[in-house]
T-cell receptor, first 110, second 111 residues
Framework: SQTIHQWPATLVQPVGSPLSLECTVE??????LYWYRQAAGRGLQLLFY??????ISSEVPQNLSASRPQDRQFILSSKKLLLSDSGFYLC?????????FGSGTQLSVL | GQQLNQSPQSMFIQEGEDVSMNCTSS?????WLWYKQEPGEGPVLLIA???AGELTSNGRLTAQFGITRKDSFLNISASIPSDVGIYFC???????????WGAGTKLIIKP
């Protein structure tokens, strides 16, 4: 069966520090991968999606970037975090028109 | 970005009551997905709908794909305390990354 791992679960970072969130998927090959952000009490906003290694599409202009160095690895990064980058970040993969989420990373930028 | 109109925004219900929520749009969708999210967790897929008029159940949950393909509803029968959480609808027009999300319905059970 397929599983998705996302870490860390929580992260507190100072403004201006770098960021690296990692997501890996097991049990499937060549998945579509996604990064979403969710503000407190709000819906989900798609940040990036990837249909293959090295292929990244960005949905909104932002301070973040994404990379896919391996088939089942998706990384969300920032060189310098802003206060507005705080939020709940979710990695997801899709199959058969269904989207499956990781457990999320709560990022607090102080 | 574009959102589905999901209502109600929140619901206070008594344990044992039935619950109904819906999502509407001016656009036609090919797929409707319903998710439940608990605090600090990622959304979990409850039901997926693929055809207009389709009615699908998952335990006490029932969801339907509207005939016009512009709406969907989710019903929960005989609610229990573990049903609390935020329920999201998502509609898909084309490829996987074109999901449009509702703003969520927060379900709260009165003590």
């Amino acid at each position: 069966s397929q599983t998705i791992h996302q870490w860390p679960a929580t992260l507190v970072q100072p403004v201006g520090s770098p960021l690296s969130l990692e997501c890996t998927v097991e049990g499937t090959s060549n998945p579509n991968l996604y990064w979403y952000r969710q503000a407190a009490g709000r819906g989900l906003q798609l940040l990036f999606y990837s249909v293959g290694i090295g292929q990244i599409s960005s949905e909104v202009p932002q301070n973040l970037s994404a990379s896919r160095p391996q088939d089942r690895q998706f990384i969300l990064s920032s060189k310098k975090l802003l206060l507005s980058d705080s939020g709940f970040y979710l990695c997801a993969w899709s199959a058969n028109e269904k989207l499956f989420f990781g457990s999320g990373t709560q990022l607090s930028v102080l | 970005g574009q959102q589905l109109n999901q209502s109600p925004q929140s619901m206070f219900i008594q344990e044992g009551e039935d619950v109904s929520m819906n999502c509407t749009s001016s656009s036609i969708f090919n797929t409707w997905l319903w998710y439940k999210q608990e605090p600090g967790e990622g959304p979990v897929l409850l039901i997926a709908l693929y055809k207009a008029g389709e009615l699908t159940s998952n335990g006490r949950l029932t969801a339907q794909f509207g005939i016009t393909r512009k709406d969907s509803f989710l019903n929960i029968s005989a609610s229990i305390p573990s049903d609390v959480g935020i329920y999201f609808c998502a509609g898909q027009k084309g490829s996987n990354y074109q999901l449009i999300w509702g703003a969520g319905t927060k379900l709260i059970i009165k003590p």
